[in-house]
């Protein structure tokens, strides 16, 4: 009886995972279909149906139980400042909490003290810098809280980009239409066409690609003053979760801005359907760039799309003026507010959509120092929860006990590359929900 109950159980997670990550992967086809799906017909739209089907068949995961049974085990911990201080103690050679689970660097859960000791003997001592040990998995409530200080500074994961939780395979694999041109058909191959009643129908199919995300490992070390702490509970929460989730925030960031795919995500200013648009003038940003970008912009992604720029474009913001009128006498400003002038706010909006300020795109005057994004079209695959591990014989010399987070995530962006418009031609021959400035003119 129990072990039906047991197989429920499990039966239902899978069930309501594969539901969650098919459901947001049949939103995003959908959301990028939504601009030109209308124009296809019923026999065009059939087709579509069809292969969108096959596709998302395929997006499978598998739960993993021994992770759940230790998740709810780590509910136990009263606090996060408990759960540290339980990994400190064990540690230190204090006992092994019950409550605690030990996640290898291979995605194993380790439960029992004995296990524990075993794995932890054969790896030896957790040393600077060696990620390849693992650590405690930080129960879920916690998990939130260091979230949350990494989501305060954080430019993608909080604007609505596409989340995979974890699950239990090495990578996911996900299904997307391979859409390049619409110079004669739609979805990589859908195409309509106006016949006579009961003509034959020319057999199209839409093309499907396959994107797979494989995950990355982020670690990050921080020391405390053995001092300080003393084991001190109401030091030590506020200490961790602000340095590590400060860090964890900014590099993850960093990565799915930046990151060139080898070794860590790629990032949306190294993916393949990033767009540029040429600089009207080199090392400025003028109202003629900002009206390009907008226009070659997916359509569909206007409402949901954020200004991303640089702390060196702001002067340039605010001294936008319209035309190529000199900085001089009669220059007409129009971004700030032309009756109150430098005495309000800049309205951190352009052309109605917000501006993020961040320090990890370029400088003024390079590539990206001005983007214009849709997150919704970027992935992130979080294959393990967040671990921590602790030791003392790191800082063994300085009396300071040195701490360890441990994370493995991915990113892609969803397109595979700009999408050519039927009608192409300037300064609009190709769109994308990720468009940016060059830093040349030409």
């Known amino acids: 009886m129990d072990e039906e109950k047991e197989t429920k159980k499990v039966t239902m997670k899978e069930s309501e995972l594969e539901k969650l990550v098919g459901e947001k992967v049949e939103n995003k ?3 990028l279909a939504d601009e030109i799906k209308s124009s296809l017909g019923e026999y065009g739209k059939a087709q579509l149906d069809e292969q969108l089907k096959d596709a998302l068949s395929k997006v499978k995961v598998t739960p993993d139980p021994e992770m759940d049974e230790a998740e709810e085990e780590a509910k136990k911990f009263k606090s996060f400042s408990e759960f540290l201080i339980a990994i400190k103690r064990y540690r230190n050679g204090r006992g092994f909490d019950n409550r605690l689970a030990y ?17 932890l003997k054969t790896a030896g001592h957790m040393v600077e810098g060696d990620d390849a040990q693992g650590g405690f998995l930080v129960p879920e409530v916690y998990r939130a809280d260091l979230q949350v200080i990494a989501l305060e500074n ?12 974890p699950i239990k395979t090495d990578s996911v694999k996900i299904p997307y239409v391979n859409d390049t041109s619409h110079a004669t058909t739609v979805f990589g191959g ?16 839409p093309e499907f690609g396959q994107m797979e995300l494989t995950p990355h490992k982020l670690a990050g070390i921080t020391y405390t003053s053995n001092e300080l702490l003393a084991d001190s509970a109401i030091a030590l929460e506020p200490l961790i979760k602000r340095l590590f989730g400060s860090a964890w925030g900014y590099f993850e960031d960093n990565a799915f801005l930046n990151g060139t795919g080898v070794g860590q995500p790629l990032g949306i200013l190294n993916c393949g359907a990033l767009k540029t648009v040429f600089r009207n003038t080199v090392n400025r940003v ?15 992604s206007h409402s949901s799309a954020y200004w991303v720029i640089n702390p060196g474009v702001i002067p340039e913001l605010i001294e936008l003026g319209t035309g190529n009128a000199a900085d001089a006498t009669g220059k007409n400003l129009i971004w700030i507010n032309s009756s109150g002038g430098a005495a309000e706010a800049p309205p951190m909006r352009i052309l109605g959509r917000p501006v993020v300020i961040t320090e990890k795109v370029p400088a003024l005057g390079t590539q990206g120092d ?35 987070f441990v994370l493995r995530v991915d990113g892609q962006c969803w397109p595979g590359s700009a999408i050519t418009i039927k009608n192409a031609g300037a300064p609009v021959t190709s769109i994308s929900p990720f468009v940016v400035l060059a830093a040349t003119t030409s």
Request: charged share 25%; aromatic share 10%; net charge negative.
């Open 29 to 31: 086809l959908s959301a």
């Open 103 to 119: 996640v290898t660097h291979d995605g194993k859960v380790v439960k029992s003290a004995g296990d524990v000791d075993s794995v």
């Open 154 to 165: 954080a430019v993608v994961r909080p604007r609505g980009p596409m989340i995979i939780p």
């Open 190 to 205: 859908v195409q309509a066409k106006w016949t006579a009643e009961k003509a034959e129908k020319e057999a199209t199919k």
């Open 286 to 300: 003028m109202m003629e760039d900002l009206a390009e970008m907008y226009a070659n912009m997916l359509p569909t």
């Open 370 to 404: 001005i983007g214009y994004f849709d997150f919704r079209y970027y992935i992130i695959f979080d294959r393990q929860p967040i671990t921590i591990d602790v030791s003392t014989h790191v800082g063994f010399t300085t009396d300071e006990t040195c701490w360890r």
